[in-house]
């Protein structure tokens, strides 16, 4: 089946550090790719939608200039935390969707990256 | 995005059969019923979709009611490895353009040996 790839599984950094976070497809090719973020005991929060070639397209709330996305190439996403400070500490999941993919069919997810800032 | 609402937990014994209820009343006839599990530290999983009929896969079946304002997930016997929290989400889906993953609070499933 469809694989959706992220890297690192967890990191754990400094305060005002940069993290990036990379979110690859590795058997399909991905338009459109999905950034989440889990708190703990919460569900999935939409951060942003990230399009191939375009500007990402952000939820209301989130900061574009806190959370670099570029979506360079047709399997990978990447997410930059920016500066990042014990706020940002979360669990970070990304997620695709197949190019060919007709309606409706499932959106692919990765594992999720854990990422602590001491 | 229209709503749904889940029972926040549920237990079920190993090997019975288990009834997850979904409540979405304001679905639209272009939305389809989406079901994800998450377990423990890990990515949603797909699970199963539906949009009228009920539908059946290798993992679970989808029991739609016919005004379609609720739907139940029916995993047959249930598996240690079944403990998630499952996510009922209704997805648009009009003129070739499909509505975004909107995860609500889900149910969380324990499963008893």
């Known amino acids: 089946g469809a694989v959706v790839s992220q890297h690192p599984s967890w990191v754990i950094c400094k305060s005002g550090t940069s993290v990036k976070i990379e979110c690859r497809s590795l058997?399909?090719?991905?338009?459109?790719m999905f950034w989440y973020r889990q708190f703990p005991k919460q569900s999935l929060m939409l951060m942003a939608t990230?399009?191939?070639?375009?500007?990402?397209?952000?939820e209301q709330g989130v900061e574009k200039d806190k959370f670099l996305i570029n979506h360079a190439s047709l399997t990978l996403s990447t997410l930059t935390v920016t500066s990042a400070h014990p706020e940002d500490s979360s669990f970070y999941i990304c997620?695709?969707?197949?190019?060919?993919?007709?309606?409706?069919?499932?959106?692919?997810f990765g594992d999720g990256t854990r990422l602590s800032i001491l | 995005d229209a709503k749904t609402t889940q029972p926040n937990s549920m237990e079920s014994n190993e090997e019975e059969p288990v009834h997850l209820p979904c409540n979405h009343s304001?679905?639209?006839?272009?939305?389809?019923i989406h079901w994800y599990r998450q377990l423990p530290s890990q990515g949603p999983e797909y699970v199963i979709h539906?949009?009228?009929s009920n539908v059946n896969n290798r993992m679970a079946s989808l029991a739609i009611a016919e005004d379609r304002k609720s739907s139940t997930l029916i995993l047959h016997r249930a598996t240690l490895r079944d403990a998630a929290v499952y996510y009922c989400?209704?997805?648009?889906?009009?003129?070739?353009?499909?509505?975004?993953?909107?995860f609500g609070k889900g149910t969380k499933l324990s499963v008893k040996p």
């Open positions: 304001t679905i639209s006839g272009t939305d389809y």
């Open positions: 058997d399909f090719q991905a338009t459109t």
């Open positions: 990230s399009n191939e070639g375009s500007k990402a397209t952000y």
């Open positions: 989400i209704l997805r648009m889906n009009y003129g070739g353009s499909q509505g975004n993953l909107i």
């Open positions: 539906g949009l009228t």
């Open positions: 997620s695709a969707r197949d190019i060919r993919q007709v309606s409706n069919q499932p959106q692919h």
